[in-house]
């Protein structure tokens, strides 16, 4: 298979590190990509070592790793456990995630995902899903139009904005991003215009690809795979997904506070590791997709 043109993976060393692999041991990278940290952890694996990969989309599996010890397995890593267990495996010692939308999709124009390219509206991460940006911009009713731009996007004109689409769509539908954009031209102004579109863009890919009920399903399973002492690495992009790693990473839940034990003491799976780790200025400079990155060590209890 031919390799694809990927970027540079953000926070290589520092994910990879958190890992603190053990060269014997078996590992996941739940977001393949182009593969830069998947060759990175087996750099650092024996023998007898192990990686499973995960990726949903089509396009990475032409980075397919040639080696004995490496699993690619073309899924949604929501269904983690499920494929884990199918390969023979209960029990993991790290888990690595680069959650987002990855450079090369940024970059194929027909996916759709990026501002900066006129596409129809698609923003699949897995082409074969039936939900694409088309039928959330031209199906959803107006509510649920709201909501997705008012949650996703954290956009305080949603309600405007979703008003406007139902409108327009009312005549013809929308079926490009440049479509789009005329329709919200209002809602950007030209100082902020990029930031705007993003949120928009943001909000509409979240629904497409359903990324935070995938993330919440495929942290809950975290816990039950990992070792004791096992350890997760991830990196977030936004503040919906890094908010999610954080509090699971402290309370084991979304909401609310974890039980206490006898003692009064809460019971959680994991613990920190380390604080918050932002790439260095230097990082940004040389690949811009870093700038908003956040990556969160933890440790199974």
């Not at 690809?209 to 495929?218: T, V």
Request: aromatic share 8%.
């Amino acid at each position: 298979m031919t390799t694809m043109e990927y970027h540079n993976p953000v926070l290589l060393k520092e994910t990879v590190d958190g890992l603190a692999i053990d060269p014997d041991g078996v590992y996941v990278d739940v977001t393949f990509g182009g593969g830069g940290h998947s060759k990175e952890m087996l750099s650092r694996l024996g023998e007898k070592g192990r990686l499973f990969a995960f990726d949903q989309d089509a396009d990475a599996l032409r980075n397919e790793i040639d080696d004995d010890r490496f699993v690619l397995i073309h899924e949604n890593f929501r269904y983690i456990k499920r494929f884990l267990r199918f390969h023979g495996v209960k029990k993991v010692d790290g888990i690595l995630a680069d959650f987002g939308v990855s450079s090369h999709q940024f970059d194929v124009a027909e996916r759709g995902f990026s501002t900066r390219f006129e596409a129809d509206l698609d923003m699949r991460m897995n082409r074969q899903n039936k939900l694409s940006a088309f039928h959330v911009v031209n199906e959803y009713k107006e509510e649920q139009l709201k909501q997705v731009l008012l949650q996703y996007g954290e956009l305080r004109a949603a309600p405007a904005m979703a008003r406007l689409i139902v409108e327009y769509r009312e005549h013809e539908p929308i079926v490009t991003s440049e479509q789009l954009k005329t329709v919200l031209r209002k809602f950007l102004p030209p100082r902020h215009e990029n930031k705007v579109l993003a949120q928009i863009y943001q909000a509409i890919r979240i629904e497409v690809n359903q990324e935070i009920e995938a993330l919440k399903e495929f942290l809950l399973q975290t816990p039950q795979l990992l070792e004791k002492g096992g350890r997760l690495s991830f990196i977030s992009y936004h503040s919906l997904e890094d908010r999610l790693v954080k509090r699971f990473i402290r309370n084991g839940l979304f909401e609310g506070e974890p039980e206490r034990d006898m003692f009064g003491n809460f019971e959680v799976p994991l613990k920190k590791v380390n604080g918050l780790i932002v790439p260095s200025a230097e990082e940004i400079k040389q690949n811009n997709r870093a700038r908003s990155a956040k990556l969160r060590i933890a440790e199974k209890l």
